[in-house]
């Protein structure tokens, strides 16, 4: 069978150009377009709403708060002549939380110097670009009970102090496991700086691998340490406002108060400066006498560990603000402070928080023979480290 020849149609000049100018119907094509956007858009949001509810089960999204609960730091400072010299800057953005702290060792105050940093950190900063244009923004400081932050040039700082003496979310507890180990080193009388006593802590795996935990690697951590007497002491008289130092004396003598407060100071720093970090976690320890001794280097320092540039201007203020004297004197006329101040009350034990801060003031409060015996306690159960600092060697 032959094949039909197709036939050619005739070229018509007119007949192309009226088809090439003719109006085209674009509504099939549009319809597709409209179908695929609307597809792209909803898996989109399907997609981050499911990434945010996986960040919350991870608890790395945090808590929507809200912000007319806090209190906004925003007392002027005085005249700031070194500032026009000198460049504030945030690093990074970061979580920072007080843990894992025996009672008495400093956690009161070291919140409240972090109160302090932040406060004028922004007062510094605001007064740059009022005086000087020398930054485009000002930080936002917010203030509310054991919680702290700062926000400047997207980046955030929050200093949480909700946990600084336990951490009830983490099973086991570290700071009771390490009570109970202490206080069976102290029974067998085993030095609790060495690796026999840290047996006694036990499940540290457990720890660290249990569903419970809530550290993050990423987060910074800080601890205070004292000198266990310094610290047995300062708990007794704040328990117990009526001491003088033949009862306090009597009350160590007949107990192993002393024993128990030197192990556990040593057994924890031996977690927060040696187990817990090589297991990737960061802690800082914060020494109450180099708060106290060298209170400038001190403020320079933990504001460094939380990303924050400072000036001299602003350790000097932050010093003033928050030394013993002026934290007394504030605790004594709560009504005319004109701060908010965590850990401060008018009635109870938070009345006498600050009492003396006195590094070597224990010197003076016990008699020859319970001296004697708290300073052998420490000598038996401090590390070497500690000993040296303390001065028991």
């Given at each position: 069978m032959e094949a039909v020849p197709l036939k050619a149609e005739e070229y018509d000049p007119s007949v192309a150009k009226k088809q090439a100018y003719a109006p085209t119907d674009n509504r099939g094509l549009v319809k597709k377009i409209l179908i695929v956007l609307v597809l792209f858009f909803t898996g989109f949001f399907i997609a981050r709403t499911f990434s945010n509810w996986e960040a919350e089960e991870e608890g790395l999204v945090e808590e929507n708060t809200d912000e007319s609960n806090f209190e906004v730091l925003d007392d002027a400072l005085e005249s700031l002549e070194d500032l026009k010299d000198v460049v504030l800057d945030m690093k990074q953005t970061i979580n920072a939380r007080l843990a894992m702290s025996i009672q008495k060792?400093?956690?009161?105050?070291?919140?409240?110097?972090?109160?302090?940093i932040f406060k004028n950190f922004a007062e510094e900063v605001a007064e740059g670009k009022k005086k000087f244009n020398m930054y485009p923004s000002v930080p936002d400081v917010v203030n509310k009970d054991k919680y702290h932050e700062i926000r400047w040039k997207g980046k955030h700082v929050a200093f949480d102090v909700h946990g600084k003496h336990d951490n009830s979310k983490v099973s086991p507890n570290i700071p009771v496991r390490v009570k109970v180990a202490a206080s069976q080193c102290v029974k067998h009388n085993i030095p609790a700086y060495t690796n026999e006593c840290a047996k006694y802590i036990g499940g540290l795996r457990h720890f660290t691998n249990h569903s419970n935990f809530r550290h993050n690697k990423r987060d910074k951590y800080f601890t205070t340490f004292r000198n266990p007497i310094s610290t047995i002491i300062s708990w007794l008289y704040?328990?117990?406002?009526?001491?003088?130092?033949?009862?306090?004396?009597?009350?160590?003598?007949?107990?192993?108060?002393?024993?128990?407060?030197?192990?556990?100071?040593?057994?924890?720093?031996?977690?927060?400066?040696?187990?817990?970090?090589?297991?990737?976690?960061?802690?800082?320890?914060?020494?109450?006498?180099?708060?106290?001794?060298?209170?400038?280097?001190?403020?320079?320092?933990?504001?460094?560990?939380?990303?924050?540039?400072?000036?001299d201007n602003v350790v000097r203020r932050v010093v003033e603000q928050t030394s013993p004297e002026y934290m007394k004197s504030v605790q004594d006329d709560l009504k005319h402070s004109s701060e908010r101040y965590s850990g401060l009350s008018r009635k109870g034990k938070n009345s006498r928080k600050v009492r003396k801060a006195d590094v070597k003031g224990y010197l003076n409060e016990l008699t020859p023979e319970a001296l004697a015996k708290c300073v052998a306690d420490a000598k038996f159960h401090l590390s070497p480290v500690l000993k040296e600092r303390y001065g028991f060697v």
């Open positions: 060792t400093g956690t009161t105050a070291a919140e409240w110097i972090v109160q302090a704040y328990e117990s406002p009526n001491h003088n130092k033949e009862t306090l004396s009597q009350a160590l003598l007949e107990t192993d108060r002393c024993a128990k407060a030197a192990a556990s100071m040593s057994l924890l720093h031996r977690m927060i400066t040696e187990i817990l970090p090589g297991l990737g976690y960061q802690f800082y320890p914060l020494y109450f006498d180099e708060m106290r001794l060298y209170p400038h280097d001190f403020v320079r320092k933990l504001a460094a560990q939380l990303d924050l540039d400072v000036n």
